[in-house]
């Protein structure tokens, strides 16, 4: 028999030999150091460390982060080894002794009463971490549910775990004792319910804050179009649904999600394929996805710009990688005012070595593990608890602790001294409230109040309490990766998110301090589309993500002035976009100026130069008045036409210059006044034409109406009924100064609107009229005897006048702006020289070179 099992025994042995060999590619999520090649391989043995106390506080930490579990088939038995130790993990274990040697000394701390400890090891795994809360409640090496055979040991709370893995199933068996717990790296969003879990708090936050700075970040950079790496599980998928919220609230996009956990050649392949083809650069490895898979993708990741959570940056799990990878990374890690780097704390790292502490397992662990050597009381057990692919040492005594990377002075960790630091606390308040009513400890059901309502104040920076969900929000640092060389791991610290500040302070970022992975260290692109320019919009492309958009030019009438908009702004009505439509500028105002327009001075000239030619005929009239030529039809009429034609040549300057309401309403009406005028003192002399042709003949009755009374009567009477018409209009809607925004794009028309067309056509249909009925009797009288007819003359002018109005309506209408004053101007001017014109200077003619026909007897002689 005896012999049976010292074979079995040997067996074992040899099996784990072989997965000595094996081992360090199995280790799930931890970086590759020596000490994997150190491995477990008696399945009795399991890392647990303790010191017992009036109060004792429950640690479940991963040291090793790999449990392989076998039968072996002779006998059917099982076991377990925890692989793959972790140097990190082991200085969360010291600083777990650390903060309970520094609280046992605070003779403030817990008065009359020694904290103690029970830590033992989860693996990494769910099913360990579950055993180790057992233990710890029952005291046994075998665990034991609803049992404790340490009597009344006080178990105040936990600590742990590390990963969300291992600290939900934790949570849950805590919640349902009664027991509080604080994890020191668990991020899952799940852990936020309150209902599911009240017992629970965190000094790190969920990765919910994570996902907002994430998402803050990526919009800081100009980030649109990421890839996002994760696990091909339930938090995988959670995580990225969460992601994804986040990020299409800054307007970024996923170009692909790969999920899985299995390092495969044909997933690797295919994966592989999907990012070679994508167009971004930068990716987002969350913190559930798996290191080792995330290494298998060296080839098309390490000229990618990584993003990497808070969860990451906590363990620094990138080390010992392939360091082009992670390097040039940026990196979220928890912020924390609080400083480990005392002098405390280098001298406790200083003492701790296993010839001064002959009896502590947890020195002698990290000295074998990592310095690869043996104490005294080592070498007669080791053959049963380690075997090594390299030769063990006894320690010289010249190793030190501080030797080892992360249990330097720049590699500290707040995080597992925070947690026992705040529960220590928490404790404290607790027993000076309830030792004044009992002297009982009732931790159970009871600690969690004092944790949510605790006010934690470190020794530098604000104070702090876990929010509403359980979380310590301290904020997050953010830092620049960047590996060395020689293999050393320097983080750049280029900025802070503090979730607690204004909306628009909570992200500061110092871009300089950042080494990028590119050639000439820019940052990198991560966009599908280039950024539209300032006077574009960005609009969707048909089918694609909204990251993929097209860049339009805004429309008339609109600008942009930021990098892409998602849509135009309207200027206001007074103004009008520049070329690049991307400001806004005064419209041009538009009107017959005299100091811009050229054809206001051509106006005004030829107003001018009309008016004086019209004063000098009336001055030769007056002159000549007593003339026969000038006394034929009427003189007066042919004083009063002067005067209106030369009102209306002076009517043009009420046209010309900025438009106002008076002016408005006062040229219109001067011309259509003017014009009735002139217009019914012409069909006054028609009218006397065709009386002296009847009053000539023997006994007729048309005698008793030569003289100035019927002509007076006639003007009289036609210029008040256009006088009434104009009174009425601007009685009911007159004219007025009118803005034109819409005609012209990027101008102001200063224009007069008529206010009431019917008003406007009125006027000119009622001189249309006088010129119609002018116009008809001048051609019926125009084969007259020559001595008393002016008829055929007032027939041509009548011509003239109603041809240039006629032609006035059509070209009215059809042109906007200072193109229609024009026209206005241009038919003033037109039908006033041919009124002039017809009628006068066929007179002026005979009175300036043929005087000898100016005379009674000539014209009796029908030579005229």
Same mark, same amino acid.
């Given at each position: ?28 999520? &931890? ?9 477990? @391989? ?16 429950? *640690? ?322 080791? /053959? ?33 001294? /925070? ?237 010309? *210059? ?48 030569? *003289? ?12 008040? @009924? &256009? ?6 209009? /601007? ?7 009118? /803005? ?125």
């Amino acid at each position: 028999m005896l012999g049976v099992t010292a074979v079995c025994y040997f067996v074992k042995v040899l099996i784990y030999l072989i997965l000595v060999y094996v081992g360090p590619c199995g280790c799930r999520n &931890q970086p590759i150091n020596p000490a994997c090649h150190l491995q477990t @391989i008696n399945v009795v043995k399991e890392y647990e460390y303790m010191q017992e106390g009036d109060i004792i506080i429950g *640690g479940v930490m991963a040291s090793h982060f790999y449990m392989f579990n076998f039968t072996f088939p002779w006998d059917n038995s099982t076991g377990f080894s925890c692989i793959c130790p972790n140097e990190q993990a082991y200085r969360y274990l010291v600083d777990f002794r650390f903060a309970i040697e520094q609280i046992n000394k605070d003779p403030a701390r817990l008065p009359n009463l020694t904290l103690g400890y029970h830590i033992s090891d989860s693996c990494g795994d769910p099913r360990k971490a579950v055993r180790s809360v057992l233990q710890i409640l029952s005291g046994t090496r075998e665990p034991v549910p609803n049992y404790s055979c340490v009597g009344k040991r006080n178990i105040a709370g936990f600590i742990g775990d590390l990963t969300s893995e291992t600290t939900v199933p934790i949570a849950q068996i805590l919640t349902l004792y009664g027991y509080s717990q604080i994890s020191y790296g668990a991020t899952d969003p799940s852990l936020r319910d309150r209902a599911a879990f009240p017992y629970f708090f965190r000094t790190v936050q969920s990765d919910e804050a994570n996902y907002f700075a994430i998402s803050k970040l990526l919009s800081h950079f100009g980030w649109t179009w990421v890839g996002i790496i994760t696990s091909d599980d339930m938090s995988g998928e959670e995580e990225v649904h969460s992601l994804a919220k986040y990020l299409s609230r800054e307007g970024v996009c996923i170009e692909f999600t790969i999920k899985t956990n299995t390092v495969n050649d044909n997933y690797i392949k295919q994966y592989e394929s999907t990012i070679y083809r994508t167009s971004t650069s930068v990716i987002i490895i969350s913190g559930t996805a798996s290191i080792t898979f995330v290494v298998a993708l060296t080839n098309v990741i390490s000229e990618k710009t990584l993003i990497l959570s808070s969860n990451w940056g906590n363990n620094d799990i990138v080390l010992g990688y392939n360091i082009i990878i992670f390097n040039n990374s940026l990196v979220f890690v928890p912020r924390y005012h609080y400083d480990l780097g005392t002098p405390e704390m280098s001298r406790f790292l200083e003492n701790l070595h296993p010839s001064k502490f002959p009896d502590d397992k947890l020195i002698d662990d990290i000295f074998l593990l990592f310095h690869l050597c043996l104490s005294k009381d080592q070498n007669k057990n080791i /053959l049963y608890k380690y075997t090594s692919l390299r030769t063990l040492r006894n320690c010289t005594g010249q190793e030190r602790i501080t030797d080892l990377y992360y249990f330097r002075g720049e590699t500290n960790s707040p995080l597992v001294h /925070l947690a026992v630091d705040i529960m220590s606390q928490a404790l404290h308040d607790m027993n000076m409230l309830l030792i004044r009513k009992s002297n009982q400890h009732p931790y159970k059901y009871q600690l969690h109040h004092f944790l949510k309502n605790h006010q934690y104040s470190p020794q530098t920076g604000p104070t702090f309490s876990f929010d509403e969900h359980g979380e310590y929000m301290s904020g997050l640092w953010i830092y620049n990766y960047v590996f060395m060389p020689n293999r050393y791991l320097k983080r750049n610290l280029f900025g802070e998110f503090s979730p607690r500040a204004p909306p628009d302070q909570q992200l500061n970022i110092t871009p300089s301090v950042i080494q990028w992975k590119t050639s000439n260290n820019k940052i990198p692109r991560a966009q599908c589309s280039d950024n539209c320019l300032p006077g574009y919009r960005k609009a969707p492309k048909p089918g694609a993500q909204s990251c993929c958009y097209l860049c339009v030019l805004c429309s008339e009438g609109e600008i942009s002035n930021t990098t892409d908009s998602v849509s135009c702004i309207p200027c206001p009505d007074m103004e009008w976009p520049n070329e690049n439509k991307t400001q806004c500028f005064a419209r041009m105002e538009e009107f017959l100026s005299y100091s811009v327009d050229v054809i206001s001075v051509f106006f005004s000239f030829i107003s001018l130069l009309f008016f004086l030619i019209t004063e000098v005929i009336l001055g030769i009239f007056l002159n000549y008045r007593d003339t026969p030529i000038v006394r034929a039809n009427n003189r007066s009429l042919s004083f009063l036409l002067l005067v209106s034609i030369k009102l209306s040549f002076l009517s043009v300057f009420l046209f010309l *210059g900025r438009p106002v309401d008076i002016t408005c309403m006062l040229r219109i009406i001067t011309f259509g006044i003017t014009f009735s005028i002139a217009v019914s003192s012409l069909l006054a002399k028609t009218i006397m034409v065709c009386v002296a042709f009847k009053a000539t003949k023997p006994g007729s009755s048309w005698r008793k109406w030569l *003289g100035v009374k019927l002509s007076n009567s006639v003007v009289l009477f036609c210029s008040s @009924i &256009q006088i009434i018409i104009c009174m009425t209009w /601007l009685a009911i809607s007159p004219p007025f100064q009118e /803005l034109d925004i819409h005609t012209s794009p990027g101008t102001i028309i200063i224009q007069c609107n008529e206010g009431s067309a019917i008003g406007f056509y009125s006027v000119i249909g009622y001189m249309g009229l006088l010129a119609a009925v002018s116009f008809v009797l001048a051609f019926l009288a125009r084969s007259l005897p020559d001595s008393f007819n002016e008829a055929k003359y007032i027939t041509f002018s009548m011509l003239l006048f109603c041809s240039v109005w006629i032609t006035m309506i059509p070209a009215y209408l059809s042109t906007k702006g200072k193109n229609t004053v024009c026209v206005e101007i241009f038919a003033i001017l037109t039908s006033s020289a041919g009124l002039l014109a017809c009628i006068f200077l066929p007179k002026c003619y005979i009175i300036l070179f043929r005087p000898e026909i100016n005379t009674k007897s000539h014209l009796l002689e029908n030579k005229y």
